[in-house]
């Protein structure tokens, strides 16, 4: 029986993700991996989720923690991200912010919320690979979001409504980028904000790597500049995407939206009928380590990964081949490479797997269409510095070899 002639024709766009199918291969002991997206598990706050987990189980809470709870989200952790959203320049009640299982879901509620087939969808080029992933299920079309390129709003509107659809927001992650690594300047927020005016769309901020800043001056969120502008949260057409993965632990998937009470509000329908609530034991232990010093977690955790982020980048100096750019991320997981046009990562990474046990994510799997395919994506929170060094070495032979 052919099973998937009964899959419903969103299906379609929805692949095996190839960097899954990769990371399969890479469980050889000997193996160094760039290609992870993850944190590191040494840092994470153990002790911290044990006290809080056998507080939270106690007699006095398991009738909280074991129970179906609301939609919206355990009220204190709630509390305490208004608190929070309140330091990032954006002030607001808790009525505005929606607990969600990892801000992957709310990818997926936002791309529900307002994709129809044949939508426009302005996204980074490259993107968020799980991005595309949530927003592929609604059968988007995808275009570039590029603010200080020269294509007007007029022009990219004109495309979207031939293709069957209109723009309906742009995506973006301001501060050190997934796969890029890259960090908006205040006048590129500023231009992001101004184009969704003039394009009349929604913006959905993906700040998944805001704690995560190694140096330099912390940007305002692009939130918060147009509730400065709007002086009304409920006004804002930026709809700001944040997590815990980053910070304390993917495991626990906790992520959190802060919008417009109508947007919320209809996220709640969604939420309710996707998976009625986020794990409420996962939330009163998230509520518990964030209030127990969130902030001293990720100075320790900056600290770290600077280290890390500074070998890699000192191992590139070192040893890449002329011709080879990459990016110097000033906070967050990754770092960029470009090779010169022509060369294929993917062909780069069958060779350096084969030859010299070292991997990482081809670039092209970043891109909605077929570009980008002489990128690849390193990470260096993962690594110890010492896999750095050597697994950078070992790169720079593969390179050097690939460019002859
Ligand atoms: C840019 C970006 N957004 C969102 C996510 C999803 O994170 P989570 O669902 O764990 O909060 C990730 C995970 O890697 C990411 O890199």
């Known amino acids: ?95 505005n912010i929606l607990i969600t299982s990892g801000s992957q879901q709310a990818l997926d509620y936002l791309g529900k919320l307002f994709l129809s087939p044949n939508d426009t969808a302005l996204v980074g080029w490259p993107t968020y690979l799980g991005a595309l992933g949530a927003f592929n299920a609604y059968e988007p079309r995808y275009d570039r979001l590029d603010p200080m390129g020269n294509r007007s709003a007029a022009e990219m509107q004109a495309d979207a409504a031939a293709a069957g659809g209109r723009v309906k927001f742009s995506y973006l992650s301001p501060d050190f980028a997934n796969p890029t690594g890259i960090t908006l300047s205040l006048k590129e927020r500023q231009q992001v904000l101004a184009h969704a005016e003039a394009m009349d769309c929604m913006i959905i901020e993906d700040a998944a790597y805001q704690s995560l800043r190694y140096e330099g001056e912390e940007i305002p969120p692009i939130l918060s500049l ?85 070998r890699m980048l000192a191992a590139l100096d070192r040893n890449m081949p002329k011709g080879v750019e990459w990016t110097r991320p000033e906070g967050g997981m990754f770092v960029w490479m470009t090779l010169p046009q022509g060369i294929d990562g993917a062909d780069v990474l069958k060779a350096a797997l084969r030859d010299e046990k070292v991997a990482f994510v081809p670039g092209g799997a970043f891109y909605p269409g077929e570009d980008g395919r002489n990128t690849l994506r390193l990470n260096f929170s993962s690594p110890n510095q010492a896999q750095i060094d050597e697994g950078i070495a070992r790169l720079g032979r593969v390179l050097r070899a690939a460019l002859g």
């Not at 709007?230 to 998937?253: M, V």
Request: charged residues 25%; neutral net charge.
């Open 1 to 95: 029986m052919k099973m998937d002639s009964f899959f419903a024709t969103r299906n379609s766009r929805m692949k095996a993700s190839e960097i899954r199918e990769l990371l399969k291969l890479l469980d050889q002991p000997d193996v160094i991996s760039f290609a992870g997206g993850i944190p590191d598990p040494a840092l994470f706050p153990a002790e911290k989720f044990r006290t809080a987990m056998a507080d939270v189980l106690s007699d006095q809470n398991q009738g909280l923690s074991l129970q179906y709870s609301t939609s919206e989200g355990f009220p204190p952790l709630r509390e305490w991200l208004a608190w929070r959203m309140k330091q990032l320049g954006v002030p607001c009640a808790a009525d």
């Open 226 to 310: 147009e509730l400065a502008e709007k002086g009304d949260l409920n006004a804002c057409r930026t709809i700001y995407c944040g997590s815990f993965s980053k910070t304390l632990s993917p495991g626990l998937r906790i992520g959190w939206v802060c919008a417009a009470r109508s947007v919320i509000d209809q996220m709640v329908l969604l939420k309710q009928a996707g998976d009625l609530h986020t794990a409420t034991l996962n939330q009163m232990a998230v509520a518990h380590v964030a209030a127990d010093g969130f902030e001293d977690h990720t100075r320790l955790l900056c600290a770290h990964y600077k280290a890390r982020r500074d």
